[in-house]
């Protein structure tokens, strides 16, 4: 451009014509546009007004409330996986225990230790089966679960005992409470703290607290033993190290295939962590602590007939049904923090899932070991 502005003068002098002044504002304006010289900055290129700042936050608002749900999704999903993979161990473990008895590992019981009371769950015995031989090792099972020996023992957390989709923290303690202080030495008012989880064998359609030769109703897979007293079994074992028999895989004659073993225990939210709702897998004083039971099936105890006492699965975490508000007793019947459904593990090791609204016929059969009325777990 300063080249055509030279030649233009040069020219003119050649001709003798002198350059006007619209010709020479004529190449000021040329100069002034031409790449020598630039026009300033906020002339060329135009900002973001507010009202386009404020679309794009409006349109990266929606995105991300359409993300969200997808990820939270993703995230449950994942959880509920881990959870069945937990029970799927969990099954394991009763069959390696089976492996070294010939019998599923009692509920409660005790051993030829210590005569008389409760002195174990089921899930203090598979500790050895699920990598905790260090942990087992502390239970004394000739003491009760309250007493001071069992102090450290009781206290341990087992991750493979809880579901992430609980939210539990880890090393969740419940502080419990003996239902008959007096019964056991040294133990008095509230005490006992222990760890929590959120797993339950499965105990049956009635929910019994007895394990004497009258309570034959246990008719589940994960049921209390004591002096070898339990559902037509008597004899008692010689080995001092052995425990007493429970259920074996003969007895369950509606095939492992088609009877729960254990599930998800129902614990309402707003009581997480709390005695009774929440108490510690390891209790021996509380039935509900590791078993629950499921469907519906007349309550006999010495052969008095109640009246029915259902057991449906929860179907949600702020149910308060088969809750018993008496400050000792907590919900007997299984639940999950998953929507609608409710995770088990089967006698056979297999894990599956039933819905919340399954029939209490069906979960009736589906936890009676030996009713002849075997279902599939598809129901």
Request: with cysteine; glycine share 10%; charged share 20%.
């Amino acid at each position: 451009m300063l080249r055509d502005m030279f030649s233009f003068v040069l020219r003119a002098d050649r001709t003798g014509q002198g350059a006007d002044s619209t010709s020479i504002a004529a190449i000021d304006r040329s100069v002034i546009a031409s790449d020598e010289f630039p026009a300033p900055s906020g002339r060329s290129r135009k900002a973001f007004t507010l009202v386009e700042l404020l679309v794009v936050i409006a349109i990266i608002g929606v995105l991300v409330a359409l993300l969200l749900p997808a990820v939270q999704a993703a995230r449950e999903a994942a959880r509920r996986m881990q959870c069945t993979s937990h029970l799927k161990q969990l099954g394991l473990a009763t069959h390696l225990f089976n492996d070294s008895y010939g019998f599923f590992p009692p509920g409660r019981g005790d051993s030829p230790r210590e005569i008389g009371g409760m002195h174990f769950t089921w899930f203090a015995v598979i500790m050895p089966h699920l990598e905790g031989g260090a942990e087992f090792a502390q239970w004394d099972l000739r003491k009760h679960y309250y007493e001071k020996e069992n102090l450290k023992a009781r206290t341990y957390f087992i991750p493979i005992y809880s579901c992430p989709s609980q939210g539990r923290l880890p090393g969740t303690l419940s502080a419990e409470r003996a239902s008959m202080p007096g019964q056991v030495s040294g133990v008095a008012g509230d005490l006992g703290k222990g760890s929590t989880g959120d797993y339950a064998g499965n105990f049956g359609t009635i929910m019994s607290g007895g394990s004497d030769p009258s309570h034959d109703d246990m008719n589940g897979i994960i049921v209390s033993v004591n002096d070898g007293k339990m559902s037509g079994i008597r004899t008692k074992v010689a080995d001092p190290n052995a425990f007493y028999p429970s259920i074996t895989f003969a007895m369950v004659s509606d095939g492992l295939s088609k009877t729960l073993l254990a599930g998800e225990k129902h614990i309402r939210r707003e009581k997480l962590g709390l005695f009774p709702d929440d108490s510690s897998l390891y209790n021996t004083d509380h039935t509900t602590a590791s078993a629950r039971s499921a469907g519906l099936s007349p309550k006999t105890a010495k052969g008095i007939i109640q009246r029915p006492m259902p057991h449906p699965l929860a179907k949600s975490q702020m149910e308060s049904i088969n809750c018993v508000h008496d400050g000792m007793s907590a919900c007997s019947n299984f639940g999950s923090p998953h929507t609608g459904i409710v995770n088990f593990v089967y006698g056979d090791g297999h894990v599956a899932p039933l819905t919340v609204a399954t029939d209490l016929t069906v979960l009736s059969r589906l936890a009676n070991r030996e009713d002849g009325e075997a279902v599939g777990d598809t129901q």
